[in-house]
């Protein structure tokens, strides 16, 4: 079996540590999908701009080569118990791909390296390699009476507000992303006892210190980080 990536996809996501455990919970979440110059060609994604969203395959890059094992702990049971593998979303697998539903803004056909596809919702780190895209189609994909286990209702939210001053030199955009972001508590499930730990992560290259109290998200510092850092 000869796999190889077709595309990569640029994030708002520098750091894995951050980013959405899920696809679709920041609807602020921007990717564009850029493909590699073999399958730069348009006809490749002709008809792609009447669908709403697409399906993304793609390997988890940074868990490549670790070992797997047959039962991980979720995060969404609180790190505490143990379920199959393959009951789970985790990128700790015997083939490290995942599998995510984005929903497409645009499609760039006159971008030097287009087509390039523009996605929000993202739940990828930046530089992740894609090896296959498909659409979206809603009678064959959306089930309604789908259950999912335990991870059946959407997680719930964290309050999140600024120290001091801390968010002035931000634009709207990115300080809502940023909120979201962090909303959902990227902390690892066992940790999220702890409300002492300071946190740091890099979101839409933005360096953001913040720690949890009473179930609230504190930003403490946010500061901007030059493209080429």
Same mark, same amino acid.
């Given at each position: 079996?000869?796999?190889?990536?077709?595309?990569?996809?640029?994030?708002?996501?520098?750091?894995?540590?951050?980013?959405?455990?899920?696809?679709? &919970? /920041?609807?602020?979440?921007?990717?564009?999908?850029?493909?590699?110059?073999?399958?730069? @060609?348009?006809?490749?994604?002709?008809?792609?701009?009447? *669908?709403?969203?697409?399906? /993304?395959? *793609?390997? *988890?890059?940074?868990?490549?080569?670790?070992?797997?094992?047959?039962?991980?702990?979720?995060?969404?049971?609180?790190?505490?118990?143990?379920? +199959?593998?393959?009951?789970? !979303?985790?990128? *700790?697998?015997?083939?490290?791909?995942?599998?995510?539903?984005?929903?497409?803004? !645009?499609? @760039?056909?006159?971008?030097?390296?287009?087509?390039?596809?523009?996605?929000?919702?993202?739940? &990828?780190?930046?530089?992740?390699?894609?090896?296959?895209?498909?659409?979206?189609?809603?009678?064959? @994909?959306?089930?309604?009476?789908?259950?999912?286990?335990?991870?059946?209702?959407?997680?719930?939210? &964290?309050?999140?507000?600024?120290?001091?001053?801390? @968010?002035?030199?931000?634009?709207?955009?990115?300080?809502?992303?940023?909120?979201?972001?962090?909303?959902?508590?990227?902390?690892?499930?066992?940790?999220?006892?702890?409300?002492?730990?300071?946190? +740091?992560?890099?979101?839409?290259?933005?360096?953001?210190?913040?720690?949890?109290?009473?179930?609230? /998200?504190?930003? &403490?510092?946010?500061?901007?980080?030059?493209?080429?850092?």
């Amino acid at each position: 079996m000869n796999i190889e990536p077709i595309a990569s996809i640029k994030t708002c996501y520098q750091e894995k540590f951050g980013v959405p455990r899920q696809p679709g &919970l /920041v609807s602020d979440a921007w990717g564009q999908i850029t493909f590699e110059p073999h399958y730069r @060609d348009s006809d490749a994604v002709r008809g792609l701009e009447g *669908f709403s969203h697409l399906w /993304v395959i *793609f390997v *988890f890059h940074q868990t490549s080569g670790k070992q797997w094992k047959p039962s991980v702990r979720p995060p969404r049971l609180g790190g505490n118990k143990k379920m +199959g593998v393959f009951a789970s !979303r985790s990128p *700790f697998r015997p083939n490290p791909i995942g599998l995510s539903c984005l929903e497409i803004e !645009r499609i @760039d056909y006159d971008n030097p390296h287009g087509p390039v596809i523009h996605v929000r919702g993202v739940d &990828l780190v930046d530089g992740t390699p894609i090896i296959d895209i498909k659409p979206y189609v809603p009678y064959a @994909d959306s089930i309604a009476q789908a259950i999912g286990g335990f991870a059946q209702d959407r997680p719930q939210s &964290l309050h999140v507000c600024w120290r001091n001053n801390s @968010d002035n030199a931000i634009d709207s955009a990115t300080k809502q992303l940023i909120e979201k972001s962090l909303s959902l508590d990227p902390r690892p499930a066992y940790q999220q006892n702890n409300d002492q730990r300071e946190y +740091g992560c890099l979101i839409a290259r933005h360096n953001i210190k913040w720690i949890v109290k009473n179930n609230v /998200v504190l930003i &403490l510092t946010c500061s901007s980080r030059a493209p080429d850092e």
